[in-house]
Each structure stands twice: as structure tokens, then as C-alpha cells.
């Protein structure tokens, strides 16, 4: 079965510090790799993807993701956190094929502090 | 290109009462997904449709069901509405390759249902 940890419920960082949100799968196959974003009161919105080649992924607005199979973890980053950077942040797996859906980690709560 | 729209986005009913949502993915994407959303369990998949079949299914009861329309527009709907269905029901779509599962979803706002 896949799942996903997100060790971290919640994190305040400082605006301009840098973020690093942790995520650890598991899963049997090669997976399928997401980061989300979700703002209060609003959908998911997808920050960045992985499924093969450079283990390293950028995203939008400034993130970062890197695979690291060893560690089955593919923390996000970003270098310099904005305020407009709170919210909850999800990991998802998936299936590169098969019918199987994506599942979510808990998510990870962000607070920027000015 | 518009993106998944859901409807209605806030709605209120009584425990034993039945509620139905919609979802419009993106144009030309013809997978449709429903999750659900709450503080306690965070979010669980329900099911996904594929050209009007349902080709997946979360761990939930009979009381949650859903279809899909020939258009790709779908709706799901719960029967018998208890309080811990009280929740935020978000829709994704996807394009894909037939027969493939990659893809990224995409998701609506969703429709925050509160079960009194």
C-alpha cells in the first residue's frame, strides 16, 4: 500500500528565512512524486511534480523539491519564504501507472512571521 | 482555458437529509475525482470517473455514491447525511492518455458541506 508521512503538523518560519517541509513515502514501485499548495478556503493548487529524470524539480513560485529514493523522502524548499507563503502544504504519491489514486500526506501548516 | 468549477461552494443541511454536488473539470479532461476534506482525517479519496464509469473507489460507505455524465461533468451525492459527513468535498480532473493514470490533478474550490 502507498502512503505518505508529513512529519511536520505545523512550522513557523520567518519571512526571508528559508523553508524545508518534509515528506517520506512509501510506496513499491517507482512513484509518482507531488507537492500542493492550499490556501484557506480554496482548492489545492499543484506546486511542482516529479516522475523521472532530474532528481531535483522546480515548481512555481519559487520551490524546490528533491527526490531521494535512499531516503524515500522529497522535501520542499524554498531559499527565502514571502508572507503570501502561508498555508497548508501537501505531498502526494502516485502510480506512474495502474489506476491507482493519489495519496495525500496530512499536510504540513505554515505560519510566516514578519 | 476555465479550470474545475464546483457547485454549490457552501451548502447546509440536517443529519438524514441527502445532498448532491457538481463538478465541471477542464475542458477536454476526461477523468473526474472527489475527495474529502476534514481537520481529523485530511484528505480521502472517494472515487474516480472515467468516461462515465467509475474505475476506482475510496473506503467509504454505500451512502456515498457519484456518476459521471457524457460530458465529463460529475456529481456525487450522499444519502443519509450523518454529522461527521461535514466536510470540504473537493473535486479534481485530469487529462490523461487513455488507460494511463499519470497525471496531475487539478482541483476545484470545493463545496463545504455542514451537516447540523
Known amino acids: 500500500a502507498q502512503s505518505v508521512t508529513q512529519p511536520d503538523i505545523h512550522i513557523t518560519v520567518s519571512e526571508g528565512a528559508s523553508l524545508e517541509l518534509r515528506c517520506n513515502y512509501s510506496?513499491?514501485?517507482?512513484?509518482?512524486l507531488f507537492w500542493y499548495v492550499q490556501s484557506p478556503g480554496q482548492g489545492l493548487q499543484l506546486l511542482l511534480k516529479?516522475?523521472?529524470?532530474?532528481?531535483l524539480v522546480q515548481g512555481i513560485k519559487g520551490f524546490e523539491a528533491e527526490f531521494k529514493r535512499s531516503q524515500s523522502s522529497f522535501n520542499l524548499r524554498k531559499p527565502s519564504v514571502h508572507w503570501s507563503d502561508a498555508a497548508e502544504y501537501f505531498c502526494?504519491?502516485?502510480?506512474?501507472?495502474?489506476?491507482?489514486?493519489?495519496?495525500f500526506g496530512s499536510g504540513t501548516r505554515l505560519q510566516v512571521q514578519p | 482555458k476555465a479550470g474545475v468549477t464546483q457547485t454549490p461552494r457552501y451548502l447546509i443541511k440536517t443529519r438524514g437529509q441527502q445532498v448532491t454536488l457538481s463538478c465541471s473539470p477542464i475542458s477536454g479532461h476526461r477523468s473526474v475525482s472527489w475527495y474529502q476534506q476534514t481537520p481529523g482525517q485530511g484528505l480521502q479519496f472517494l472515487f474516480e470517473?472515467?468516461?462515465?464509469?467509475?474505475?476506482n473507489k475510496g473506503n467509504f460507505p454505500g451512502r456515498f455514491s457519484g456518476r459521471q455524465f457524457s460530458n465529463s461533468r460529475s456529481e456525487m451525492n450522499v444519502s443519509t447525511l450523518e454529522l461527521g459527513d461535514s466536510a470540504l468535498y473537493l473535486c479534481a480532473s485530469k487529462g490523461q492518455l487513455a488507460g494511463d493514470s499519470t497525471g496531475e490533478l487539478f482541483f476545484g474550490e470545493g463545496s463545504r458541506l455542514t451537516v447540523l
Open positions: 502526494a504519491v502516485g502510480a506512474l501507472t495502474g489506476r491507482r489514486a493519489l495519496t
Open positions: 516529479y516522475f523521472s529524470g532530474d532528481t
Open positions: 510506496y513499491g514501485a517507482t512513484p509518482y
Open positions: 470517473y472515467f468516461s462515465e464509469t467509475q474505475r
